[in-house]
């Protein structure tokens, strides 16, 4: 019997979702659990798995259109034995009952599939000569093969008959009426193309649900706080160094390399103790103070920045800040960051250096208060002890929500972070 396949919910507050990459054709077997297709929503891309072993009949969203939370995406055939459903090798699913008394199916009369339309477009033979030999009598890539080659159709008395799949009928589109324009394409139905003279050509791609958010928060951050950034500057000898010193042992007993941002990470938490307005949010006419410390890190990934949450940070040790960052890196690449990994976080962190950003003013993610920026490091000429010394610099950015925060906490918190960094014992004594 055929199931629908709807959209799930896919985290608070969404209520739309944008289709990404179907990975099983119309007809091909599939197992519970296996997973369909791509789901991308605001905040991460998830995958649709099959809730039973069947065969997938029909995909009414494609890639690239939206669907809304609950809506049906496709029909899955279930109630098939597994043994009469074989995964194919050509994405086309052959099924076969034994016990059914043999037919043969008429030429022209299944289904062309989209592997085997291929075929035989390129081979300039027309699917109402071929016989069709999958599900229903549809059309597969070994059937468009055969007729491109000449080949004889296997004989249809040793073949048993394929097991016909219900599928949801489709309404016909009205033709538009005089005077009325004909309907615009789905939204997000993929990129078009368009020349507009010579070779002054033009692409539009409609935005993903990701970029869109990450567009509406940006100007959401820029229109209802009082965004200031103030400056400075850290010296990073002595981290530098003690990571030297340390990687060796470091990685043989934990498994992963000791890197910059666990240092930061503990720094920016002693700061917000210090602090605490940079920790806090504005909520409706009252502050919120939070006694806790969710740091989120900026990550590139696949479909854009993310910011996944490390959650209370302060109990965590640097090696397991190493292990949650890399595994956000790594989940990131491949769109498969949860989207409750992204709600909340008190304090954000971005090191736009990795990609050689030497400075920047960074943008809050609201509702938080403020957000650190790590930057290149250089080695630049310094004056130390009225000395002139060259040293591995990085300048840091703080841009803070200035209803909340003074000049002078702001100062004094990336102050505090300088310090940290320069001398990172501290962490040690504060903590």
């Known amino acids: 019997?055929?199931?629908?396949?709807?959209?799930?919910?896919?985290?608070?507050?969404?209520?739309?979702?944008?289709?990404?990459?179907?990975?099983?054709?119309?007809?091909?077997?599939?197992?519970?659990?296996?997973?369909?297709?791509?789901?991308?929503?605001?905040?991460a891309t998830m995958e649709l798995p099959a809730p039973a072993d069947g065969v997938l009949g029909?995909?009414?969203?494609?890639?690239?259109?939206?669907?809304?939370?609950?809506e049906v995406i496709g029909l899955l055939e279930t109630g098939i034995p597994s043994s009469a459903a074989p995964a194919p090798s050509t994405g086309a699913a052959e099924i076969a009952s034994p016990a059914a008394k043999p037919e043969t199916p008429a030429k022209g009369s299944g289904f062309v599939m989209p592997a085997a339309e291929r075929v035989l477009s390129q081979a300039g033979v027309s699917a109402s000569a071929v016989q069709g030999t999958g599900p229903g009598g549809r059309i597969t890539k070994?059937?468009?093969?055969?007729?491109?080659s000449g080949s004889p159709a296997p004989s249809s008395p040793q073949d048993p008959p394929a097991l016909t799949l219900p599928t949801a009928p489709v309404p016909p589109t009205p033709p538009p009426s005089a005077g009325q324009a004909a309907p615009a394409p789905a939204a997000g139905?993929?990129?078009?193309?368009?020349?507009?003279?010579?070779?002054?050509?033009?692409?539009?791609?409609?935005?993903?649900?990701?970029?869109?958010?990450?567009?509406?928060?940006?100007?959401?951050?820029?229109?209802?706080?009082?965004?200031l950034t103030t400056f400075n500057e850290i010296d990073m000898s002595t981290v530098m160094a003690l990571r030297k010193?340390?990687?060796?042992?470091?990685?043989?007993?934990?498994?992963?390399?000791?890197g910059l941002m666990?240092?930061?990470?503990?720094?920016?938490?002693?700061?917000?103790?210090?602090?605490?307005?940079?920790?806090?949010?504005?909520?409706?006419?009252?502050?919120?103070?939070?006694?806790?410390?969710?740091?989120?890190?900026?990550?590139?990934?696949?479909?854009?920045?993310?910011v996944p949450v490390l959650r209370n940070a302060e109990r965590l040790s640097f090696a397991e800040i190493e292990k949650a960052i890399a595994d956000f890196g790594a989940r990131?690449?491949?769109?498969?960051?949860?989207?409750?990994?992204?709600?909340?976080?008190?304090?954000?962190?971005?090191?736009?250096?990795?990609?050689?950003s030497l400075l920047s003013t960074p943008i809050i993610n609201p509702p938080q208060s403020g957000i650190l920026g790590m930057h290149a490091i250089q080695d630049r000429a310094v004056v130390v002890e009225g000395q002139i010394v060259v040293r591995p610099m990085m300048y840091v950015a703080l841009t803070y929500d200035h209803r909340i925060v003074d000049g002078r906490e702001a100062v004094t918190f990336?102050?505090?972070?300088?310090?940290v960094i320069e001398n990172p014992a501290r962490m040690l004594i504060e903590a």
Do not use: C
């Not at 992204?342 to 990795?354: K, P, R, V, W, Y």
């Open 142 to 148: 070994e059937d468009a093969l055969r007729a491109s």
């Open 414 to 419: 990336l102050k505090h972070v300088k310090d």
């Open 245 to 258: 010193q340390s990687q060796e042992s470091f990685t043989a007993r934990h498994g992963i390399k000791l």
């Open 58 to 70: 029909r995909i009414l969203k494609k890639r690239g259109e939206t669907a809304k939370v609950g």
């Open 189 to 227: 139905a993929g990129p078009a193309a368009s020349t507009v003279s010579g070779d002054r050509e033009e692409e539009t791609v409609p935005m993903s649900p990701l970029r869109r958010t990450v567009a509406r928060r940006l100007v959401e951050a820029q229109s209802t706080m009082a965004m």
């Open 1 to 43: 019997m055929p199931f629908e396949l709807r959209v799930p919910a896919v985290g608070e507050s969404i209520s739309e979702v944008q289709l990404g990459d179907w990975l099983k054709s119309e007809g091909q077997s599939v197992r519970k659990d296996e997973s369909l297709v791509l789901i991308e929503s605001e905040k």
């Open 332 to 356: 990131a690449k491949d769109g498969r960051i949860k989207p409750d990994e992204l709600a909340g976080g008190t304090f954000t962190i971005s090191n736009g250096g990795i990609y050689g």
């Open 262 to 306: 666990s240092f930061f990470v503990k720094a920016v938490i002693e700061g917000l103790k210090q602090t605490p307005q940079l920790n806090a949010e504005v909520r409706d006419q009252s502050i919120v103070y939070r006694r806790y410390y969710d740091i989120g890190v900026a990550i590139g990934g696949g479909k854009g920045l993310v």
